[in-house]
């Protein structure tokens, strides 16, 4: 049996020729490739860990900057550069305006608001004939509320010259077609007073 002594002895001249080998941890040798810049010799050696959760992030970050939004999106959906790419991709649909795209695939973003304006303001300066399709494609745009409130308000001044069950009518109809305007209210202020009587 071998003494304690001799057990230690042997253990400290492993553990010393280790470190002289340089033989590191799993998390230095991890932080060494990431201070090295080889994330993806990271991720594949040590891919459960913090540091390759930070590798695949610099991954992304570098092809954002190489303007590989696509890949980023595809390999890289849940980083800060996939919402940053997804960005870009939008702000580049725009800027070739082509709206239709961004409104389809970017229905999220901040531009595909802008994009839904300049389409229905587009639709509104075509004139009356096209208020049908621009309430029915873009009810929320500036112009769509626009126009729904002028034939809200118009369908409430020709209902207030109706008497009887014609006026109910109109008033009710009003009150289907349109709900998000001041006409609306007003009909229905209206409604409750014609039961009254």
Same mark, same amino acid.
């Given at each position: 049996?071998?003494?304690?002594?001799?057990?230690?002895?042997?253990?400290?001249?492993?553990?010393?020729?280790?470190?002289?080998?340089?033989?590191?941890?799993?998390?230095?040798?991890?932080?060494?490739?990431?201070?090295?810049?080889?994330?993806?010799?990271?991720?594949?050696?040590?891919?459960?860990?913090?540091?390759? #959760?930070?590798?695949?992030?610099?991954?992304?970050?570098?092809?954002?900057?190489?303007?590989?939004?696509?890949?980023?999106?595809?390999?890289?959906?849940?980083?800060?550069?996939?919402?940053?790419?997804?960005?870009e991709e939008?702000?580049?649909?725009?800027?070739?305006?082509?709206?239709?795209?961004?409104?389809?695939?970017?229905?999220?973003?901040?531009?595909?608001?802008?994009?839904?304006?300049?389409?229905?303001?587009?639709?509104?300066?075509?004139?009356?004939?096209?208020?049908?399709?621009?309430?029915?494609?873009?009810?929320?745009?500036?112009?769509?509320?626009?126009?729904?409130?002028? #034939?809200?308000?118009?369908?409430?001044?020709?209902?207030?010259?109706?008497r009887g069950?014609k006026k109910?009518?109109?008033?009710?109809?009003?009150? #289907?077609?349109?709900?998000?305007?001041?006409?609306?209210?007003?009909?229905?202020?209206?409604?409750?007073?014609?039961?009254?009587?």
């Amino acid at each position: 049996m071998l003494s304690r002594r001799l057990i230690t002895g042997l253990l400290l001249a492993l553990f010393a020729t280790l470190w002289v080998a340089g033989c590191q941890s799993p998390e230095a040798s991890a932080q060494k490739l990431f201070a090295e810049g080889k994330y993806q010799e990271v991720m594949n050696k040590y891919p459960d860990t913090q540091i390759a #959760r930070r590798a695949r992030a610099m991954i992304a970050e570098n092809l954002l900057e190489e303007g590989k939004y696509q890949e980023v999106l595809e390999k890289y959906p849940n980083t800060r550069a996939a919402f940053l790419a997804h960005e870009e991709e939008a702000k580049n649909l725009f800027n070739e305006k082509k709206y239709r795209e961004v409104i389809d695939k970017f229905p999220n973003s901040q531009l595909a608001t802008d994009a839904e304006r300049i389409l229905a303001e587009d639709l509104y300066n075509q004139g009356p004939t096209m208020f049908d399709s621009l309430v029915a494609t873009y009810p929320n745009s500036p112009k769509g509320k626009e126009v729904n409130e002028a #034939r809200a308000t118009e369908a409430l001044e020709a209902a207030k010259k109706l008497r009887g069950e014609k006026k109910v009518e109109a008033l009710q109809d009003i009150m #289907r077609k349109y709900t998000q305007t001041a006409a609306y209210r007003e009909a229905a202020n209206l409604m409750r007073d014609v039961r009254k009587k």
